[in-house]
């Protein structure tokens, strides 16, 4: 295999506190990377760069880990502009919400889905994302949910079996029924595409005995569980998740001080999701309050039509400094390693030896401007597996 030296990088992020200044960023100045295949095989000062077949000059640039995206919903039809429109405007809107957007999608062709899934991929990597995971939840048939994931699994390991993301309406009088079928035959159906079995364990979607019938049923095919948690009231999500040791806790907007000690102690990340907040005018989730305790927090878009339409991680980031009590670095850390610690991957989400080669250069001298310059396109060039994608 070829070896290429990007060089003269003004400053390179690792999130490898054992490297460069020692912080959790593993800040490296005027430095360079040394990628062999899909792979870092090195990492350092420039003018101690080992020899290689190719040399990049990434002319004074700063160079951050491929962001990972721990949290999106692109297996869905149409939009919901009009449900937008009115919140923002003040207006009442009584059409369906999530539902509007499962007719939509069991409507539409596989193919629809797929090119679907493509568009908001290609949109994402300019921005710098190179990871994510994708759930169902808008299909909540067997048939549509098990299509749902084959389509997710064509483009990214990170899948998710969602089922459980509303009763829907031919459910309404029957939600028990509904939930033996999420455990029963779509679980059937759906399990050989997952990774993950996830919940929307809330008022109004699923209680706590429902969710753990469902996360548990999910572990017994197989499935690691993670958990749409604590998002629009106070709940019994964020425990269930720690105690099933789920990968994440999604939202965690309304959280008790028990909530936050058993995120603090326990290996359940934290998974804020600042779009959703953005675009429903909700609280902001306190991601000062759960970093002080010493939880792990990740950054996700929580792309989706109805609650966060935006394919964005540095737009996620800006609102996490600015509304979140985040610092520019642990923010950028959060959309980094956070979400791979949320998929449990140690392969990515850092630029050290031995991990994936998904590296984005900036077109500013220093990470802090994914936060200093919110909304400019600040991304010049994408490297995924090593190959360059942008």
Not at 124 to 149: I, P
Not at 179 to 208: H, N, S
Request: aromatic share 6%.
């Amino acid at each position: 295999m070829t070896t290429t030296a990007i060089t003269n990088i003004a400053s390179l992020v690792t999130n490898d506190p054992s490297l460069g200044d020692g912080s959790p960023l593993g800040l490296i100045l005027d430095a360079a990377v040394v990628i062999e295949g899909d792979r870092v095989v090195w990492t350092g000062e420039s003018r101690k760069a080992p020899a290689t077949d190719n040399a990049v000059d990434a002319g004074g640039r700063a160079v951050i880990p491929g962001f990972v995206d721990s949290h999106s919903h692109l297996l869905f039809a149409g939009d919901r502009t009009e449900e937008f429109n009115a919140r923002m405007s003040g207006r009442p809107y009584t059409a369906g919400g999530i539902r509007t957007t499962v007719a939509a999608t069991r409507a539409a062709t596989d193919d629809a889905l797929d090119a679907n899934v493509v568009r908001y991929l290609a949109e994402a990597l300019r921005q710098g994302t190179t990871t994510f995971e994708t759930k169902s939840g808008y299909g909540l048939t067997v048939e549509d949910e098990a299509r749902a994931l084959r389509i997710a699994a064509r483009h990214t390991d990170e899948v998710t079996y969602l089922g459980a993301h509303v009763v829907p309406p031919d459910y309404a009088d029957d939600p028990a029924g509904y939930v033996d079928l999420v455990t029963g035959p779509m679980l059937d159906a759906c399990a050989p595409y997952a990774r993950w079995v996830d919940v929307f364990c809330e008022k109004g979607a699923f209680d706590g005995d429902q969710a753990r019938a469902i996360l548990t049923a999910g572990m017994a095919k197989g499935l690691h569980p993670r958990v749409h948690a604590n998002q629009l009231t106070y709940g019994p999500g964020v425990q269930l998740a720690v105690e099933l040791d789920a990968a994440s806790a999604d939202h965690c907007t309304h959280l008790t001080d028990a909530d936050v000690d058993a995120l603090a102690q326990g290996n359940t990340v934290a998974t804020l999701l600042p779009g959703a907040e953005f675009s429903t005018r909700a609280d902001w989730p306190d991601a000062r309050r759960l970093l002080d305790a010493g939880a792990t927090v990740a950054l996700s878009t929580d792309c989706n039509p109805g609650s966060s339409f935006t394919s964005s991680m540095p737009f996620c980031i800006a609102l996490a400094v600015r509304d979140m009590g985040m610092t520019p670095d642990e923010a950028l850390w959060s959309a980094t390693a956070g979400g791979a610690a949320a998929l449990r991957r140690t392969d990515i989400g850092r630029i050290a030896p031995g991990a994936r080669a998904d590296l984005v250069l900036l077109d500013a001298p220093s990470h802090v401007h994914l936060a200093y310059r919110p909304g400019v396109p600040l991304v010049q060039a994408v490297r995924q597996r090593g190959e360059r994608a942008l």
